[in-house]
Nanobody, 121 residues
Framework: QVQLVESGGGLVQAGGSLRLSCAAS????????MGWYRQSPTKQRELVAD???????NYASSVKGRFTISRDNAKNLVYLQMNSLKPEDTAVYYC???????????????WGQGTQVTVSS
């Protein structure tokens, strides 16, 4: 059983910072791309940032220069450092990872349960 568990969400004022963490656990053989998505009541789920195992990153244009994604391959962790937060960043943030588990031996996409980020103006 593979699980992704996020932490680090909360309430912050505009201009502030938050750091999200996501831990992948279970019978994991390998993890390729890991990423963060977000969804608000008025928008569809959208990619925020992702990172390959080798460290190549990709960001949504709306967060480029403000957010930084990183990962610890040895610990199966992915982080999202969010600076200069804006009210429009308010959303539920979901961790996502492409994982080969030892139970299935096939790459599947897993999602965390989500963590709320609220930015007040």
């Amino acid at each position: 059983q593979v699980q992704l568990v996020e932490s680090g969400g909360g309430l912050v004022q505009a201009g502030g910072s938050l750091r999200l963490s996501c831990a992948a656990s279970g019978s994991i053989a390998s993890i390729s791309t890991m990423g963060w998505y977000r969804q608000s009541p008025t928008k569809q789920r959208e990619l925020v940032a992702d990172i390959t195992r080798g460290g190549n990153t990709n960001y949504a244009s709306s967060v480029k220069g403000r957010f930084t994604i990183s990962r610890d391959n040895a610990k199966n962790l992915v982080y999202l450092q969010m600076n200069s937060l804006k009210p429009e960043d308010t959303a539920v943030y979901y961790c996502n990872a492409n994982i080969v588990s030892r139970a299935v031996w096939k790459e599947l996409t897993y999602w965390g349960q989500g963590t709320q980020v609220t930015v007040s103006s």
